[in-house]
């Protein structure tokens, strides 16, 4: 995978560049195609050529005010790499970025928008006077995840102090699962929490007590990027996932009455330094 710079109001967009003929696939909430175990995108006219699990390194970039980049990938899906967002906000960091010529553009949320699912899980977005904020919680019966929340203003220093590190999770029980399904093959140790009852069964343990809700919150901050612009709003989502998100903002979008684009004029917009 290669990060690039790429020009203003291009947006971030996906080049599966192992199908030289397959047309750019920008990351946008409506080219969501599946979210059954991460964030997947592809064009409506060509609903085959996908590229998945794209939630961590939209994240990063979030976090890290990128506007514009072009992404190319050799395959189906992005490397998980450890399983969390801390290697893509190292590599954006490395490459460094450019602000561009052009105020910045935010989703400015007008008025509260709320999705439920029948389990109790919901994701709202509500009016904010200035910033975008999150908080997450959530409830599992495996003992070593339990009730856990987090909340936090969104900026780059509290993104890589807090969330940006924490790895997804799964529960013993799902793997098999996940493996008979053709699924998770590539999975192990080094790329995910793996949890069963009481016990996180890696050797060297969390990386924080919180890492689970933690890594919830960071999944929202990629998955609410597919907005296309970064938001004025707060988040608030309980066992929220990749489904409840992408609901959120079809939900959003769904009357002009809930949102409007608003000018940031104290950042500008940023692309991409170098390839990453
Ligand atoms: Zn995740």
Redesign the pocket.
Known sequence: MTLRPAPVNHGIVFRRSDLPDALPIPARYDNVVCTRL?TVIARADAPDIRVATI??LMAALHANGIDNALIDIDGPETPVLD?SAAEFDFLIQCAGKTEQDVARVVIEVLRTVRVEDDNGAFAELRPARAGFALAMSIDFTAGAIGHQRHAMPFTLDRFRQEVGYCR?FVERKEIETLQKMGLARGGSLHNAIVVEGDTVLNPCGLRHPKEFVR??L??AV?DLYLAGHTLKAGFMGHKSGHGLNNRLLRSLFSSGENWRLAGQTARNRSEIHAAA
Do not use: P, V
């Open positions: 991460s939630e961590h399983g997804t890594h919830k960071m999944d990629g």
